[in-house]
C-alpha cells in the first residue's frame, strides 16, 4: 500500500464510512499522513465527510496550513491533526469528531470511558479527557491554533483517544483502516458502558490482558479488518471505491 493515489482514494472512502456510521455529522474530521513526505497530511477541505470528493482533499503542513495555495475554507480545528502528527510520528491517521454517546464520559468524570466489549478493546486501556479551559480559559470550546492543538496531543500522549470535555474526542493510529474501526466502535464503547451504568451495580471493564490480547499480532490489512471496510464502504455506498487487498486476489486466484 501506500501510493499516493490509493491513500486519496482511501480517505475519500474513510470520509463516507464516518458519515454513514454517524461518527461525523455535518461537523468532524479524518486526516491521513502522506506517504511522500511525513512532515504533511491530507485532509478534506471544509465540508462534510459524507459529502467529501478527491478534488477537496487538501495537503497541509504540520503547522496546519497548506502547502499550495489554497482559496477555499479549510477546517478551523485543523490544528487537532498537526500537532497530533508533529507529536506522534508513528501515527499516521487521524480523526476528530462529536459523537454523542461518548460526550457524558467528557462531562461527568467519575465513570472513566475504557474498553468495555470486545471490540472497543481497540480504543485501549486508558482514554485521558481534557480540558481546554485548564490551559485557555473561556474560549468557544474549538480548537484553532497550533498552541491549542499541541496541549491537546500532550493530553493524548501516548493513547489511541483523548475526549475533549464538553466537545468530542481526538483518535489516533497507525492507519486509516485502524482509526476508522476505532472511531466506529469508540461510541458503540460508550452506549455499552452508559447502559450497563443504567443497569446499576459494578462495572466491569476488561481486563488488561484481554484488551492486549485483542491487539496483539494484528495487521491493518488481514482478512478480519477488511472484512469490516468492505462492509462499511459497501453500506456507504463506496464499495466500487476499494482497492482490493492481496489476500482477496489470492482468494479469487486460488479456489481450492
Ligand atoms: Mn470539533
Redesign the pocket.
Known amino acids: 500500500m501506500g501510493s499516493l493515489d490509493t491513500i486519496i482514494q482511501e480517505l475519500v472512502v474513510a470520509n463516507r464510512i464516518l458519515a454513514h456510521e454517524d461518527v461525523v455529522d455535518a461537523?468532524?474530521h479524518i486526516s491521513v499522513r502522506s506517504p511522500d513526505n511525513p512532515r504533511h497530511f491530507f485532509i478534506a477541505r471544509s465540508l462534510a465527510p459524507e459529502l467529501v470528493e478527491r478534488d477537496d482533499i487538501v495537503e497541509l503542513g504540520l503547522d496546519g496550513q497548506p502547502v499550495r495555495e489554497e482559496s477555499r475554507a479549510l477546517y478551523l480545528?485543523r490544528f487537532i491533526h498537526a500537532a497530533i502528527y508533529e507529536a506522534r510520528p508513528e501515527v499516521q491517521a487521524v480523526v476528530?469528531a462529536?459523537a454523542e454517546e461518548i460526550l457524558p464520559f467528557g462531562i461527568a468524570r467519575a465513570t472513566p470511558l475504557r474498553p468495555v466489549i470486545h471490540s472497543g478493546s481497540f480504543i485501549g486501556a486508558k482514554v485521558p479527557v481534557w480540558d481546554i479551559a485548564d490551559k485557555f480559559g473561556d474560549t468557544n470550546l474549538?480548537?484553532t491554533n497550533m498552541e491549542q492543538g499541541r496541549d491537546l496531543a500532550k493530553c493524548l500522549a501516548g493513547n489511541n483517544v483523548a475526549l475533549?470535555r464538553g466537545?468530542?474526542f481526538a483518535s489516533a493510529a497507525p492507519s486509516l483502516i485502524e482509526v476508522v474501526r476505532l472511531s466506529v466502535y469508540l461510541p458503540r464503547n460508550a452506549r455499552a458502558l452508559l447502559r450497563a451504568k443504567q443497569l446499576g451495580g459494578e462495572i466491569t471493564y476488561l481486563r488488561q490482558g484481554e484488551i492486549d490480547a485483542r491487539n496483539r499480532g494484528y495487521s491493518p490489512y488481514s482478512p478480519e479488518t477488511w472484512r469490516a471496510w468492505e462492509y462499511w464502504a459497501t453500506k456507504a455506498g463506496c464499495g466500487h471505491m476499494l482497492n482490493q487487498p492481496e489476500h482477496a486476489h489470492a482468494k479469487k486466484k486460488a479456489p481450492k
Do not use: F, I, K
Open positions: 461537523y468532524g480545528e476528530h462529536h474549538l480548537v475533549m466537545h468530542g
